[in-house]
């Protein structure tokens, strides 16, 4: 018991301390989540050996997960699906498959045995997890480019899932029938969000929340987890990943709470302080934990596959960027590209699906998690040095001409 509190202690040390070392970084191009990922490799079992990814410390870091997908979810604006963002987005996403098989073909020189599929799916997810606090940061979560910017992190993280859902499964099925699954899962998450909608714009219940918001009851606070939980577990149920769920189940939130601005704020306040606050540093300092330094240094072969799959991440997602050109501009279509090359959750579940299908060897999946954990580490860096992204109204910043606003 006093292990484990121990390691809880060292992780809340290192969530605490992480934010504070970024704020002297210069320029503050490394976003806090890189070092949290660093400060967990530093007190894991690699290192120091204070803190073992077992027990309390696992359960925390898979409700960080879940939580950190819940809160991406609530960051999509639903109607932009229907509109110009999002084509422009789903083409990236498409073109970046496209590339995706022939480099992963390449890769396959060096990781022999590896699965094409596999290898071609982890250079095209998006983590939108990182993509939003960097803009959150950055105060661009409500311009167009940050929109732009989540709807591609929202379409390279979602699409990466989907594939990866349909494709490979923890209970071999026909591809159709897990396609019938996912397809199960989305009317789901249309009838829920409009049952929800409906109820929660009802007097006695909006009644309720409003009267419990300030009160030890929190009813609007549960009922998020409800909807969190309850899309998880439908998402298991179908055979589809827990994870798909909570994203979901974020924008079904988003979608049903209607309530007024200042309600919505200071709903979105504490679902912001329970998530960024606790549970998110604690999946990203766990991750850093669990990452294998050995087995990446073992073999030569992960030494050299690592920086290989990271310029693939970087060519497959970040060239198709250059779509965004003519409605940011070219600059903060670059910056753009960076973030949605930024990936760190998907290539860490390939890498576990891989080896629990033995499609990947142990060398190729330490290579995926830390070619991941270098794109988080450098392009979110790169996006940021690019600023400014919008102009003092708000606005993305287009072209003018061959200047720049400084």
Known sequence: MNVQFGGLLAIAVAAFIAPLLARLIPGRLVPPVVLEVLAGMAIGPQALGLVQPTGGVYVLYLLGFGFLLFLAGQEVEVERFRG????????????????????????????????????????????????????????????????????????????????????????????WEQFAYVFALGAAALVGALGLRRLWRSPWLRRALLQTDQSTSQLRVRGGFVVLLAFAALAHKFGVDALLGAFIGGIVLNVADSDDRPSQERYQGKLHAI???????????????????????????????????LAGILVARALPALLYRRRLGARPAVAAGFLQATTLTFPVVVAEVGQSLSLLDSATSAALVGAALLSVLLFPAAALALRPWTRPGGDAVQEPGRSWPR
């Open 275 to 309: 998530g960024y606050g606790f549970l998110v540093p604690v999946f990203f300092i766990v991750t850093g934990v669990q990452f294998d330094l050995k087995a990446l240094f073992a073999s030569r072969s992960s030494l050299a596959l690592m920086p290989a799959i």
């Open 84 to 175: 110009p963002t999002f084509r422009v987005t789903g083409l990236s996403f498409a073109v970046s498959v496209g590339i995706a098989f022939p480099i992963a073909e390449g890769l396959r020189q060096i990781a022999r045995g590896a699965d094409l599929r596999l290898l071609a799916l982890a250079l095209t997810a998006s983590s939108l997890g990182v993509i939003v606090p960097v803009l959150r940061d950055a105060k661009v979560v409500d311009t167009d480019f940050g929109q732009v910017a989540i709807m591609a992190g929202s379409v390279g993280e979602f699409g990466a899932l989907l594939l990866l859902t349909v494709l490979f499964s923890a209970d071999p099925e026909p591809t």
